[in-house]
């Protein structure tokens, strides 16, 4: 597991160490790279919304091989938040934001991402590609 | 080292830049910004964002173009988009801001549009 600082320096060091990781396996350079947009995004996303920058709050971010195919998970120790309540950044009235299309992204190039808050406080993302 | 090299040039009373690198979170949307910022603040107001250097762009960086798409709109100006890489294209696609932006792939074209 990598225990990154809450700073956006980290975003770099964990999509390099996913994309080092995915071509070690093979993988394609689709694939590699939908795993490097998904990392990169739901890492901001922690340490920026979660962590919100907070020093003595890690990211904790780990990614296998399984069966399946390619499996990220991302954790923050921030106060958590409900999917539902994350504005659709399609919406015509919301297409001028600055913010809020990191976890479209993930979602458009990850065949399953889930969010769950265990115990010990924090969010977690899982996100999962198929090959 | 810098994510992104931004160049400047002019083209009658068009401003082109020229983007090499990643506009990603921190450094390269930063960048942007403040070459953006600094354009308005010199009345340039017409401003062609050539994109084809841009090896990669994260939602930080499809958010800073909106924003500088907005601030320059703001000014009474204009800001048009050259050369998407397929990567973008599809990442504008999935936000439907294609259908926000002027998009070109010839910059002959893109800067009769201004006129």
Same mark, same amino acid.
């Given at each position: ?131 | ?26 450094? !390269?949307?930063?960048? %942007? ?8 603040? =010199? /009345?340039?107001?017409?401003? @062609? +964002? $050539? #994109? ?8 930080? !960086?499809?958010?800073? %173009? ?8 703001? =000014? /009474?100006?204009?800001?048009? @988009? +050259? $050369? #998407? ?12 801001? %294609? ?17």
């Amino acid at each position: 597991m990598l225990k990154l600082p809450s700073r956006i320096e980290s975003v770099d060091e964990a999509a390099i160490k996913a994309d080092e990781f995915a071509k070690e396996q093979g993988l394609g350079d689709d694939f590699v790279s939908a795993i490097d947009l998904a990392i990169r995004e739901s890492v901001a996303n922690a340490v920026k919304h979660g962590n919100k920058f907070a020093e003595g709050k890690t990211v904790d971010v780990t990614f296998a091989r399984t069966e399946e195919g390619f499996e990220i998970t991302v954790r923050d120790y921030g106060t958590g938040f409900e999917i539902d309540t994350i504005p659709d950044p399609t919406d015509p009235e919301n297409l001028l934001k600055a913010n809020g299309r990191g976890i479209l992204f993930m979602r458009s190039f990850m065949d399953e991402v889930e969010w769950s808050n265990p115990e010990g406080g924090g969010t977690v993302v899982k996100m999962v590609k198929r090959r | 080292m810098s994510d992104i090299t931004i160049s400047e040039r002019q083209a009658g009373d068009v401003t082109i830049l020229d983007l090499d690198g990643k506009v990603t979170i921190g450094e !390269g949307s930063v960048a %942007l910004r403040n070459a953006i910022r600094r354009l308005l603040g =010199e /009345g340039k107001n017409k401003i @062609l +964002l $050539n #994109l084809g250097g841009v090896g990669y762009i994260d939602s930080s !960086g499809i958010g800073e %173009l909106v924003s500088s798409f907005t601030a320059v709109n703001k =000014e /009474g100006g204009t800001l048009k @988009l +050259l $050369n #998407l890489t397929q990567k973008i294209q599809d990442l504008l696609a999935i936000t439907k801001l %294609l259908t926000v932006f002027d998009v070109f792939d010839e910059e002959d074209e893109a800067l009769s549009s201004f006129n």
